[in-house]
Structures are given as C-alpha cells and as structure tokens.
C-alpha cells in the first residue's frame, strides 16, 4: 500500500510532464493532421534553453529567491522555444501544407535530426548535470517503517502544471484565438472563408504548443537536473503514446493519457522490471492503436469513399 | 520586355526591413544555444561560456543571405517564371534511356575504377565505407519500397527487421556453426516470419498510425536486444562472427586460404571486394524480384491498395493477404541485408538498430520517389555516400582551423538535407510512375496523378 502511494506520487509527477508535451502533439495534429515528429526535440531543446537560463541567472546576475528564478527560467524557456517553434513551423513544416502526405512527416523527422544534432554540435555530446534546484520533502505518513514522501519539486510540478492548464483551457474555450484554432481545426477552408486567418492560427498552435513542451522542459530539469542531446526522443514517443491513449485531438485526453502513461510506466518499474518500462509505454501504444484506435476521449475515424 | 508583365522594382528599404528581421529572428533563436556554451569546468561544475564572434557571424550571414535573396535571387526567380516552360529536350529523354545499363556498368565495374585511381592499398575504404555501404542502403530502400512505395503502407521498425537478419546469422552461427550460404535464406525467412507476426495486429490501422505501431515495435524489438543479456549480450553485442567464405575458402593468410588457393599474395582487399559484389548481387536480387513481382497478381494488388483500399476490398481483393504478403517480402529483404551486415562487419550491437536507421531508410524511400527503383537508388547514393564523404573532408580543417571535425556536422547537414529536399521535391527525386501494365503504349504516369495510398 504505502509502496502503491508513493508511485502514485511518482507517477502523477512524470505524467504531468507528459500531459504538457502531449498537448503539443494533440494539437497540432488536430489542426494540420500531421505528427509533428520534432515535438520531442523542440522538448529537449527548451530543457537546454532552461539550462542555459538557470546558469546565467544562478551564477552570473546571482539570483538567490527560488521562486523568482524558477518563474525567470520558465519564462525565458517559454519565449525562446516558441520562437524555435515558430521558425520551424514557417520554414519546414508551411511550405509542405496541403502538399504529398508524407513530405510533413519526413520533413519534422528531418527536423528532428537536425535538432538533437544541433545540440550535439553547440553543447557537446555529454550528460549536463546541475546541483539540485530545490530541495525538502514533506513526509505524509509512515507505514511498516516506509515513509511516503512529497518532495517539494513534486509539489511545484503539480501546482505549476494544473496552473498552466487552466490558463491553457481558458485560452482554447474562451479567447478569440481559441475560437479562431477550434474552427481551422473542423474546417480550414470554412474558417478562412468568415475570416480567420488560417495562418496566423497554426503558427499560434506551434507557439503555444512549444510554450507548453518549455514548461514540461523546466520542470524535468528540476526534477531530474541531468539532460543531454539525444533525451528528446523517448519523452517524445512516450508523450505521443499519451495523446494517442487519451484520443489524439482531444485536449484533456492528452492530460489524462499523460497522466496514465506515467502511472504505467513508474508502476511497472517499482513492480515488474525497470529494464523494460519502455517497453510497458510502447505495448500501451501498439495496444491502444489496436483495440481503440480513437482512443479514451477520441471521435472515432469515419471512413468515406 | 517583350513578355507583357513588367518586372517587379526592387524595393531595397524593404528588402533591408527584411533583413533586418531576419537577423533580428536568427539572434533570438541561436543566443541560447550558440551564444552561450554549458562546459564542465575542473570542479566538475556546469559553467557558461560565452561565443559571441560565432553568434555574430551566424547572425550576420543570416541578414546578408535574406539580403541577397530580396535583391538579386528573388527577381531573378520571378524572371524565370515568367518565361514559359519549354517542352523537355530530347536529350533528357536519350540519357534517360541510357541510365540504366551505364549505372549497372558502373557499379559492376566500380571495385576496378577504385583500385585504378586511389591505389591498391587505399581502395579498401573506399569500397568498404563508400561502395558497400551505400549498397546497404540502396537494398534496405529497395526492400521498404516493397512495403511503402508499392503498398503504400507506412513502416517506422523496418530496422526490427534488419535486427531479427543480423542476430538470426550472428546466434546461429556462433552457435551451431552454420555457414553464411545456409544461414543467408534462414535469416531472410525468419525476418519475414517476424514481419507476418508483426504485421498481424496492425492490419487495420492506416497512414501515421502505422507508422506510429510500427515504430513502437522496432524500439521494443531494440530494448528486447539490450536487456536480454543472456541470449544477446546486451550493450556489449556479439563479437568474433564468422565472416564469409568464398564458397567455402575462407580469406585468410593461411594455407587454405583464398590468396594461396589462387595462387594470390595475401590481402584484405579481396574479401572487401568479394563483400561488394555480393551486396551487389542481394541488391540487384532485391529489384530484379520487385521488379517481376509488379507483374504478377500479388504486386498488382499492393499497388490497388495503395491507390485505393475500399476498391480493391469490393473488388474480391483479400487486403489482409496482401498486406501481410507485403510485409513479409519487405521483411525478407531486411532479413538478407541484416544477415549481410553481421557478416560484413564481425560484430553487431543494438546501437546499430536504432530509431535513426528505420528513419534514414524510410527516408531515402520517400525522397527517391516513392515506388520509383531508380529514385530511391540516387537517394540512397546522395544521403548516405554523401555524409559518407564527409568523413574525407579534411580540406575544411584549413578553411576552419585544425579544431574542426566535419564528421560531427554529418548527421546536422542530413537532416538539414531532408527537410530542404522534402521542400524542393515534395513527392520526392523521381516523382513520374511507369505503369505496371500498359494496353498499347507506354505513358509516364505524371506526378499529379500519382497517389501515395493511405494505410
């Protein structure tokens, strides 16, 4: 029992990260219908952006309050992978849309090459570790000498990414854009009929999309403080594993397929084998895929001759 | 002008406007990760080092390059478009008659142009790093064409398929001793039964689904090979591999060796060479057998399912077959180049199965043209010979200073490569499709009207 707690702790933290890749991809598969294969490594990028952002303000302006710097680092990661985003969006993906099929997916699998490879090339190839950002825990309770702990970075995640999500559904239900992605996302040619400009709204999904992966990107730097080029891939499958279990399309499937994903995977470490927890996340996929291809929160797929 | 449209003025303030946004975007986006460097200093502390020449630089080229293609390239472009399109000159259409039997010529004879021109003591890498590589890959583009380009079905784990080749030849040699001939169609039947077991569950799933499920596989397939230490040795993989025999002679110095056999002074380059010739073979094997099997029911039924899936059902075709026939045919290629590589190289690991390869793969089968032979061959020579020969780029140390290594740009320039050709030529190099069957003559099927399929 108190071994089940605490990997639901651990699991709702790794899920939450998740979650808010996995809104990248939903997203932006609902509006364009692609699978925009860089999301993972746009997520990497923004964890190297933080880094970058934590060493200039911890030991060059010296800032010292936590909590200003944390919101600093969030920030400035949001800013800078958006503008990543964008340009990639502009220069890779646009000119493809309403192209072959395939050229967009070949084309974000080029990106994301390039990417993993341009951190490689600017940073190095090795682990970058940084001291821990935060630290404390709270003990909840304690059983049969097993103390189930919340340490405060756990805390600050969940607190961080339910905030973000609220902004997040007030931004998709509420605003003009919000209205303006919905439309393009039932029909683009209707949408840019009464007006929206069809343009401008994918390159806010791809911005949004981003800002969201840089939050994911900050807390797993704080969470784990260890990150290196080639971490974007398994985070980003694992993330799209999320969206496709909630119902690629479906935002707060994407949260709750997160979530799900990270429950699975931490549960199956702590009780079968760690080894092959990547393997756990892949059969949910192929599993998912198979039996319920629309997913939890999914319309399903009409097919029309 | 004769043409009627006058030409657009240039208008250099905003072509400076440009400019300047350009630089404006471009410092935005390499400030964090070339303006600044995270190194490990002597007390193992992450510190920032700062590279402001290089940011500026970076900077700088991107303004003057949107500069000068506000200035100078733009119109020139719009110049061309005016003028209208000639019709393609006859010579296009007498080289393209020709290409074939030259090509073949060439890479028959390509061991002996090599061994002419670098000498007999450096034409070993460059037939081993260059010639037998690109093979590799012209016949893993040639196996997935089968998959994707005539059945239109989408695969991300082809390189599971490679693996189950590569460590079928390596276990079962090692262990029971078999030899490479034996093991070369064992190798290629057990990949294509992974591809039938495999195949089976994603049958009704279509396009980035697919692909998707299919990636999933290959990455378990790769974990499997690294976790199961027992059988597959992990990270460490499996090394001492026998190597191919010449039917039988093996290539050493010894006395039953292939250069005393012959009568030949000892050499590494003869077992390079019989190496290329046999990729050369399983690849030509690859496309001969493409090639004959678009003729036959089941490859005319890959290519009506990728044109059209509900068709081919109402039509009496049983789609689950011939998906899972498609597969199994794809997998079998992989399975012989798998068995290849395990041969060619002594020792496999599960590095050599990632993600990466299913990716370059699918790839060179998407910018060569989907379904096009010829296509995915001239992609799989510009990818992969063309990273390969930045390996030899030595020259650029003088250019950039004896720091610079261009074997760390290889992978930053491929994928740079595939985006901007998926830019230039959406449907890929060859985007024209000859018809398997024709009624009176042969018509090149254009691009507008080739089809990509959507499972």
């Known amino acids: 029992m108190e071994v089940f707690l605490q990997q639901l702790i651990n699991g709702i933290t790794l899920g939450s990260i998740y979650g808010l890749i996995a809104i990248g991809y939903t997203m932006v598969f609902g509006i364009i219908g692609m699978v925009n294969f860089a999301h993972g490594d746009v997520f990497m990028v923004s964890v190297f952006i933080a880094l970058v952002a934590f060493l200039l303000l911890s030991s060059v302006l010296g800032v010292t309050s936590i909590v200003l710097a944390l919101f600093l680092i969030l920030i400035v990661a949001m800013l800078f992978t958006s503008l990543v985003n964008w340009t990639i969006e502009r220069l890779a993906y646009r000119p493809l849309r309403g192209s072959f099929r395939l050229a967009p997916l070949i084309s974000a699998i080029g990106m994301s090459i390039f990417l993993s490879n341009f951190v490689q090339v600017t940073q190095g190839p090795r682990n970058k570790s940084i001291p821990p950002m935060v630290q404390g825990e709270f003990v909840l309770f304690t059983q049969n000498d097993y103390p189930v702990t919340l340490s405060l970075k756990q805390l600050i995640i969940w607190l961080v990414t339910a905030i973000l999500l609220v902004c997040f559904w007030y931004l998709v239900t509420k605003t003009r854009l919000g209205r303006a992605q919905r439309a393009c996302e039932q029909d683009q040619k209707m949408a840019a ?77 702590a009780y079968f084998s760690i080894d092959y927890k990547d393997v756990a996340a892949f059969s949910v996929l192929a599993i998912t895929l198979i039996f319920l291809p629309q997913g939890l929160f999914g319309r399903p797929d009409v097919e029309k001759v | ?215 999933a596989f290959g990455e378990i397939i790769r974990i499997v090979l690294i976790n199961w230490v027992d059988l597959t040795n992990g990270y460490a993989g499996i090394t001492g591999i026998p190597r191919p025999t010449f039917f039988g002679i093996p290539f050493n110095a010894e006395e ?96 050599s199965f990632t993600f990466l390869e299913s990716a370059t793969i699918l790839s060179i089968v998407v910018l060569g043209g989907m379904g096009s032979q010829i296509g995915v061959a001239i992609a799989a020579i510009v990818m992969i010979g063309g990273t390969e020969i930045m390996r030899e780029l030595d020259f650029l140390k003088l250019l950039f200073g004896s720091t610079f290594d261009p074997t760390q740009y290889r992978m930053l320039l491929f994928g740079f490569a595939m985006v901007l050709i998926m830019i230039w030529r959406p449907r890929g190099l060859i985007a024209t499709r000859d018809p398997s069957v024709v009624l009176k003559e042969r018509k090149a099927i254009g691009k507008d009207l080739v089809k990509e399929g959507r499972g």
């Open chain 1, 193 to 269: 009929l009464v007006g929206v400009d069809v343009d401008r709204t994918i390159s806010m999904t791809f911005v949004i999309a981003a800002a969201l992966a840089a939050v994911a990107g900050t807390m797993y730097l704080m969470y784990y403080g260890v990150v290196s080029f080639a971490d974007g891939f398994v985070p980003g499958v694992k993330a799209f594993t999320a969206a496709v279990l909630g119902g690629i399309g479906s935002l707060p499937g994407a949260v709750i397929g997160g979530i799900l994903i990270g429950l699975i995977e931490t549960m199956w470490s």
């Open chain 2, 256 to 351: 039953g060796g292939f250069a005393a056999v012959f009568g030949l002074e000892f050499s590494p380059i003869y077992r390079t060479i019989f190496l290329y010739y046999l990729i050369l073979a399983l690849a030509l094997l690859t496309a001969f057998v493409t090639v004959r099997l678009r003729r036959l029911p089941v490859g005319r039924a890959w290519e009506a399912l990728r044109e059209d899936e509900i068709a081919c059902r109402s039509l009496g075709i049983n789609t689950t077959n011939t998906k899972l026939t498609a597969f199994a045919m794809g997998a079998m290629f992989a399975g012989f180049a798998g068995s290849f590589f395990a041969a060619r190289q002594g020792f496999i690991s599960p590095d």
């Open chain 2, 1 to 215: 002008m004769t043409s009627g449209a006058p030409a657009k003025r240039v208008d250099t303030a905003r072509a400076l406007w440009d400019a300047g946004l350009t630089a404006l975007l471009a410092f935005g986006l390499f400030l964090p990760l070339v303006g600044f460097e995270t190194v490990t200093d002597v007390r193992n502390d992450l510190i920032l080092v700062t590279r402001w020449p290089l940011l500026f630089a970076i900077v700088a080229i991107a303004g003057l390059g949107r500069l000068a293609y506000s200035l100078a390239i733009e119109p020139w472009l719009q110049q061309r478009a005016i003028r209208p399109s000639a019709e393609p000159a006859p010579w296009r259409r007498y080289i393209a008659s020709w290409i074939i039997p030259f090509a073949l010529g060439f890479v028959i004879l390509y061991p002996a142009i090599v061994i002419a021109t670098a000498g007999f003591g450096r034409a070993v890498k460059w037939i081993d790093n260059f010639g037998i590589q690109v093979l590799i890959y012209v016949m893993l583009g040639w196996g997935l064409n089968i998959v994707v380009g005539l059945a239109g079905l989408l695969d991300l784990g082809y390189v599971a398929f490679y693996a189950v080749g590569a460590y079928s030849y390596a276990l079962l040699a090692k262990t029971f001793g078999f030899s490479f001939w034996i093991l070369l169609p064992l190798a290629g039947i057990l990949a294509s039964f992974w591809g039938i077991l495999l195949g089976f569950p994603v049958l009704r799933l279509r396009g980035d689904y697919l692909a998707i499920v299919t990636l």
